[in-house]
């Protein structure tokens, strides 16, 4: 078919598809000496011509026409597109797509409008990207999966689509969210060894109690349920049922859709005992020290728990000689008919690699020094699975960061080198200390304090600390460089004024204290640190009423107003598995100050001890024992402002703060110069809780004394001055720091001790 050139002639597309299956029309070849595009209101000339297949001076024919009009309609951006045909040139007509401007929500509770709206964007929906129905639906089923996310499994999501001027429209998704499902039933079937209620003890997912507003534990979620189901599994497999299995799992949603039944199916299998391990491989010649490390023993029933922990130990082993890409396997030799299983560990060390270069990712705010100088593993050494983990523990405990994980990967084309990147997820590193005590006699006492752990992201610390209470007032500024040598010793500085007077009468005797010092923190092993420091401080005793006799002999004798210079050495060790909550590890602390100069010479020490041992998934034993002792050095008294107090949080719960310890002739505390404090606590998820630990009840009995002085260096209380005391309190890791809240009852006391049955602290462990 012939077309004069100066005839138009036009193809037309409704549908790329349509376009290319069966061209309306068919033109000869020709070549375009131009092209021109109608209808473009947003989109930029340059998209288009970018995209089409023909350029000017080529030749175009059917197939290039077919194609361009597939490449345009892919863009997104186009409702409509046709091209037509004026003589030799081409003539590209489109009609775009409606842009979105605006997009808002209606009814939504359950979610952030910011949460919704990151949630469209990834489904392609969002303010400025062109309007397509397609894109509509699929958002509309984000909206719902967010929400049967959340157990909403009731929501209705409805779309208003307004259009307005300028080819532009708005989205208005109005959402009826319905009342949450919640678990109403959780069976598990076939099990024949333990009993129900025994295992459904081991979930997170329950069917609701008192405090499920808080928990949300009746809310199910998928992932969780696959996690209790994880635990469900663990606790067989260590228990010697080795082939054990979930046969099945049925998640019912009741016909109202707030209603959820679960049935998990099991079956149990037999328990299997050990009854050997083998060691098969390559073991570098050192089988005996890789035998040291098996935890497998023969006779006890299977643990796949210990059977994780040895071939993670092999492994680790392997990487402290630069194999990181060791694999271990432990593979059973059941034995069914004895209900015996032996274990063959498996071992192929594969090839020794060295680290090329170490990564940190996902500190937006930190700085790569801080975390990269806690490093023990160097980049172009050989890769030390120790040092690593090593690297890994020291990161964490900092405290900068939610999540600490290594990651390793192999570069391309060198299977000899490896990349480790440190990924990080940053918390909040800033505090609130907040304390507050009631008695009917004192009324409320409160404090604060704020402190920076991560200041600006250097990982210095700065804190200052406040108490504008008309009877006690405290300002404390310190700061801490952890790094002020490259060798990791670290630098702290700290000025103080404190003002306090023991009794609510604006006549009382007052303390004033006035002081700096300077310490140092030198690392002696990677657990061991040991700090060095001086001071200078000056104490003035103010004269007033209720000022005890030893206050007043001191005066007599030294001055009311005395200067010390402490010298300070101290030891810290730190194992605890959290700063925060603990459920394992150790603790120990050893702080000595002995005055060298100035108007006071003492020496005055104190020793902290805490262990913390997880009894079962549920309870966690904890023990804190701290002592002091105080002398005075020379032919002077030991000074009265360095005495010890008892009595609160810390100490004795039930009692005052700070007002246990002699007293003089009329009745006032004088403090001691000998102390005492054990404290024993049980702590266990709050009742509703589920298994959540950051939210924790706890029973505690607490025994402690502060003693005056004896002959010679004893510091232990006289057994007769111990007070004593029993209660319950709640744990929780707020927002703003962890709080204690206790209620006490004391067991042993004496005649004019100030009882304080509830107590709390924001920022404190015992």
Known sequence: MQFNRSQWRTVSAVASLVFVANAAWAVNPFTVRDIRIEGLQRVEPGTVFVSLPVRVGDVYNDEKGSSAIRTLFGLGLFKDVRIEVSGDVLV???????????????????????????????????????????????????LKRQYINRSLYASEVVTTVTPIERNRVNLTFTVLEGDPAKISEIRIVGNQVFSESTLRGLFDLDTGGWLSWYTKSDRYSRAKLNADIESLRSYYLTRGYLEFKVDSTQVAILPNKTDIAITINITEGERFVVSGVKLEGNFLGKDDEFKSLVTIRPGQAYNADEVAKTTKAFTDYFGNFGFAFARVQARPDIDRANNRVALVLQADPSR????????????????????????????????????IRLSRDRVDRLGYFKEVGIETQEVPGSPDQVDLTINVVEKPTGSLSLGAGYSSGDGLGLSFGLKQENAFGSGNSLGVQVNTSKFNRIVVFNTTDPYFTPDGVSRTIDFYHKTSSPYQDKNSYQLVTSGGSLRFGVPFTETDTVYFGAGVEKTTIVPGTALPASYQ???????????AVPLTVGWGRDRRDSALAPNSGRYQRANAEWSVAGDV????????????????KQFT????????????????????????????????????????????ANGTVEGGNRKLNLNAELLTPFPGAGNDRTLRLYAFFDVGSVAGPVAGLAINANANSLRSSVGVGISWISPVGPLRLAF???????DGDKIQSMQFQIGTTF
């Open 92 to 142: 590209i007509v489109v009609e775009e797509r409606p842009t979105i401007a605006d997009v808002e929500f209606v009814g939504t509770k359950e979610f952030d409008k910011d949460v919704l709206k990151k949630a469209l964007r990834d489904v392609g929906l969002a303010d400025g990207r062109p309007f397509d129905k397609a894109q509509l639906d699929r958002a509309e089923q984000e």
């Open 352 to 387: 020794r690699a060295y680290v090329r270069k170490i990564n940190v990712a996902g500190n937006n705010r930190t700085r790569d020094v801080v975390v990269r100088r806690e490093f023990r593993q160097f980049e172009a050494s050989w890769y030390d699975g120790d040092k």
């Open 553 to 563: 002999t001191y005066a007599n004798q030294f001055g009311y107003g005395s200067v």
């Open 601 to 616: 010479r003492y020496l005055r020490a104190t020793y902290q001890y805490q262990e913390f041992i997880p009894i079962s």
């Open 621 to 664: 034993a904890a023990f804190n024992g701290e002592v002091g002792w105080g002398v005075a050095a020379g032919d002077r008294l030991f000074p009265v402002f360095k005495k010890f107090y008892g009595g609160g949080l810390g100490s004795v719960r039930g009692f005052e703060q700070g007002s246990l310890g002699p007293r003089d």
């Open 744 to 750: 006490a009852k004391p067991v042993k006391k004496f």
